[in-house]
């Protein structure tokens, strides 16, 4: 089965805060692809990263950094020194690469919220 | 670049009345997604074209959802006849091609069913 896990489902942080938002998968496939997005209060969803499974080295794009683990089958999120724009619903996902249609499974969402 | 248009962004209609939603994928995009997020869940899809043609219609309702991709660009996803349970934010996403490239959403439409 292919599932994505997002056990967190709201977290709430003070503005310079670090936080991590986790990421659980299961697929039997041996080459996928994962992906975070955001969606902010706007609806729209935008994307922040996508890996494949045979790249585990860590990501960091300014304050976003990502550990992808295959022994442990996660792909965390971690923001550092948070704001409050980075308030959103973050959603982890999956796209097992021999699905022919190269569909995204998504997780329920981790709702941030960064406080003042 | 411009990104993926859809409309209308918000819908309200009664149930059993049939609704339709538009999507223009970013240019040169030849997969084009609909995906169905219902309020606290992460989206599904319902429907995916590779240019006009549908690669996987697995979880569309078939009994009263319906998708098209005229010419390989826009798209439209109608209901007929809407049930209550149809209330949800409706996704069109676009990519390069399929498989393993990076998919954009559009803002999405909004409807509720009463």
């Known amino acids: 089965a292919q599932k994505v896990t997002q056990a967190q489902t709201e977290i709430s942080v003070v503005e310079k805060e670090d936080v991590t938002l986790d990421c659980v998968y299961e697929?039997?496939?041996?080459?996928?692809?994962l992906f975070w997005y955001k969606q902010p209060p706007s609806g729209e969803l935008v994307f922040l990263i996508r890996?494949?499974?045979?790249?585990?080295q860590n990501e960091i794009s300014g304050r976003y950094s990502w550990n992808f683990q295959k022994s442990t089958s996660s792909f965390n999120f971690t923001i550092t020194a948070s704001q409050v724009v980075d308030s959103a619903v973050y959603f982890c996902a999956l796209s097992p690469f021999y699905n022919q249609g190269g569909k995204l499974i998504f997780g329920q969402g981790t709702e941030l919220s960064v406080k003042p | 670049e411009a990104g993926v248009a859809q409309s209308p962004r918000y819908k309200i209609i009664e149930k059993r009345q049939s609704v339709a939603f538009w999507c223009n994928p970013i240019s040169g995009h030849a997969t084009l997604y609909w995906y169905q997020q219902i309020l606290g869940q992460g989206p599904k899809l319902l429907i995916q074209?590779?240019?006009?043609?549908?690669?996987?219609d697995s979880q569309l309702p078939k009994d009263r959802f319906s998708a098209e991709r005229l010419k390989g660009v826009d798209s439209t996803l109608k209901i007929q006849p809407a049930k209550l349970e149809d209330s949800a934010v409706y996704l069109c996403?676009?990519?390069?091609?399929?498989?393993?490239?990076?998919?954009?959403f559009g803002p999405g439409t909004r409807l509720t069913v009463l």
């Open positions: 996403a676009s990519s390069l091609e399929r498989s393993t490239d990076t998919q954009y």
């Open positions: 697929t039997r496939d041996t080459t996928y692809y």
């Open positions: 890996r494949n499974s045979f790249d585990e």
């Open positions: 074209f590779q240019n006009n043609g549908v690669v996987d």
